[in-house]
């Protein structure tokens, strides 16, 4: 069936440091896939998208490359900074709907 | 824009009352979704309307929930009776439809406790 599949948190990390949020996913077709996230006490809020095989997105420093042959969509940030505490959901657009489906959720939290 | 609203922000109710969630989504959107998200579950699509119609209630757990758009500005999630497992937080998303790939734009939601 169609899933998404992303590494349990919490992720805790000092500033500055390198960022991987592993994102894997099932599918039929070629989904357009999503990272969001979620700070405290708000709603989800669009980070990057990418819509086809070899597409990166990217935005505020973090990046995402589409990759086919792996069934990923990785999240990177070379140094992250202590605003970047929030949990990230990737999602991935079902083909021929407007249904999201998302995982689990990932919580980083990032020290001073 | 605002963005889309949603209220109460909070609310505090007990076991067996009715309760009503309300949204209203970003003018000329033409989408509208109602997610819930707990610990357990992450986060869940209720239901989605189209220009007001609704598509996919699929993710409604059960007869006590439902959903109405009654016009393009204003939606409501209600349950009753509720139970203490209804107790989640509950957000309302909307976007337009521009092709297959497009952002859906969150409120901030509403968080539920049943006791």
């Known amino acids: 069936g169609n899933s998404v599949t992303q590494m349990e948190g919490p992720v805790t990390l000092s500033e500055e440091a390198f960022l991987t949020i592993n994102c894997t996913y099932t599918?039929?077709?070629?989904?357009?896939l999503f990272w969001y996230v979620q700070y405290p006490g708000e709603g989800l809020q669009l980070l990057l998208k990418?819509?086809?095989?070899?597409d990166k997105g990217s935005n505020k420093g973090f990046e995402a490359t589409y990759r086919k042959e792996t069934t990923s969509f990785h999240l990177e940030k070379g140094s992250v900074q202590v605003s970047d505490s929030a949990v990230y959901f990737c999602?991935?657009?079902?083909?021929?709907?407007?249904?999201?489906?998302f995982g689990t959720g990932t919580r980083l939290k990032v020290l001073a | 824009d605002a963005g889309v609203i949603q209220s109460p922000r909070h609310e505090v109710t007990e076991m067996g009352q009715e309760v009503t969630l309300r949204c209203k989504p970003i003018?000329?959107?033409?989408?509208l979704f109602w997610y819930r998200q707990t610990m357990m579950r992450g986060l869940e699509l209720l239901i989605y309307?189209?220009?007001?119609?609704?598509?996919?209630d699929s993710g409604m757990p059960e007869d006590r929930f439902s959903a109405k758009m009654p016009n393009a500005s204003f939606s409501t999630l209600k349950i009753q009776p509720s139970e203490p497992r209804d107790s989640a937080v509950y957000f309302c998303?909307?976007?337009?439809?521009?092709?297959?790939?497009?952002?859906?734009?969150f409120g901030p939601g509403t968080r539920l406790t049943v006791l």
């Open positions: 998303a909307s976007s337009l439809a521009q092709g297959l790939h497009n952002e859906q734009f």
């Open positions: 599918a039929t077709g070629y989904p357009s």
């Open positions: 990418a819509t086809k095989a070899d």
């Open positions: 999602a991935r657009l079902t083909s021929g709907t407007y249904k999201y489906i």
């Open positions: 003018s000329g959107h033409d989408y």
């Open positions: 309307f189209n220009n007001n119609v609704p598509i996919d």
